[in-house]
């Protein structure tokens, strides 16, 4: 298939791995590319630009297509390094930058006088116009359907996929709730030129995700998740359940380790259900964890079913 989306990344799928905190990691980023989609290592899971570095280099020895790196621009009292994470992304010859958080005007000419595309991550139209105007090349739309993402608008992408479509000149991929061939059809129907999946790529194999995390995502439903203030759908368990009842808001907790919550990185001692793990309402289409490469060929598969519809005329 191809649309700008897939000729403006090189790549053989209109579907990215989007970054995700702590599941981001080389492994994953290398196998989405392989089997023709858009990883993306997610540069803040690196404690150092050094750290960055090298999870670029190990990608890279496990795949010759092309990746990208997550970089979220959020306000701290001591802000990362971000000149550094910049710095390593152009000296490393990273052709993709998947931008979040914050304005990331600041950091555009040094990444795009590199040939960087940019794809800059958006929770409603009127931020995706302002990405588009400072000059960012795509967009990814996020829906209220997507997990562990803050300043939400509740608006679902049935509704803000079409106005973007309506508004948007750059292209633009569908974020939330995307977990199967159907919901690709879907995207593309609604104007985007292709599918960012979070959740969905969790529970795979090369996923460095905890093992328990991944069987909440099969066993649980979007029914089932917690909508805080400060995080947008989080996987129910018992730590979880406990702190509802009593009307006290998850994201408050302190992480058991500090920046390590909800993947394999955890110490031992850190039991599982005392976890904060977050979650797309996209969970009510997951019933396994394939590999990587068998995930993204029944999309493939499936995706000519999905598109055959009645004609209006055969009515």
Same mark, same amino acid.
């Given at each position: 298939?191809k ?5 403006l990344?090189?790549?053989?799928h209109?579907?990215?791995?989007g /970054?995700?905190h ?7 980023a ?6 023709g989609g858009?990883?993306?290592? %997610?540069?803040?899971?690196?404690? *150092? ?17 092309p990746? /990208? ?13 971000y ?5 390593? +992304?152009v ?7 998947? %931008?979040a ?5 600041? !950091? ?10 940019i794809? #800059? ?7 995706a116009k ?10 990814? &739309? ?6 562990? #993402? @803050? ?7 049935? &509704? ?10 750059? @292209? ?22 292709g ?6 790529? +969790? ?6 995700? #905890? ?8 066993s ?7 909508? *805080?203030p400060?995080i ?5 368990? !018992? ?13 408050n907790?302190p992480? @058991? ?7 394999? #990185?955890?110490?031992? *001692?850190?039991r599982? !259900? ?11 289409? +997951? ?7 068998a995930l993204?060929e ?6 000519d ?11």
């Open positions: 298939m649309t700008r989306i897939t000729e990344f090189g790549i053989r209109p579907i990215i791995q /970054g995700m702590y599941v981001g990691l080389a492994e994953l290398a196998a989405v590319s392989n089997a858009l990883g993306i290592i %997610t540069g803040l899971t690196q404690p *150092t630009p050094d750290d960055l570095a090298r999870e670029i280099e190990r990608c890279r020895a496990m795949t010759d297509q990746f /990208g790196v997550n970089l979220t621009f959020l306000p701290a009292v001591k802000p990362p390094d000149p550094g994470y910049v710095r390593v +992304i000296e490393h010859g990273v052709r993709v930058v998947e %931008t958080g914050n304005n990331p005007q600041k !950091w555009l000419p040094e990444l795009q006088k590199a040939g960087i595309k794809i #800059h991550k958006c929770t409603s139209v009127r931020h302002k990405a588009e105007s400072i000059g960012c090349d795509a967009l990814s &739309i996020d829906g209220f359907e997507c997990g562990g #993402h @803050p300043g939400e608008d509740d608006v679902p992408n049935f &509704i803000l996929l079409p106005r973007a479509a309506d508004e948007l000149r750059v @292209p633009f991929v569908a974020s939330g709730g995307m977990a199967d061939a159907r919901s690709l059809v879907a995207a593309l129907a609604f104007g985007a030129e599918m960012n999946m979070g959740t969905r790529f +969790i529970a795979t194999e090369e996923s460095g995700a #905890h093992e328990a995390y991944k069987g909440l995502l099969v649980q439903r979007s029914v089932d998740l917690m909508y *805080t400060k947008a759908g989080v996987a129910a368990n !018992w730590l979880v359940e406990s702190m509802r009842l009593v009307g006290l808001d998850p994201a907790l992480e @058991p380790e500090p920046g390590r919550m909800g993947t394999g #990185h955890l110490p031992p *001692t850190v599982p !259900w005392a976890n904060l793990w977050s979650a797309g309402q996209g969970i009510d289409q +997951i019933d396994d964890v394939p590999s990587v490469a993204v029944r999309l493939r598969a499936e995706y079913a999905a598109c055959r519809t009645p004609r209006f005329d055969a009515v």
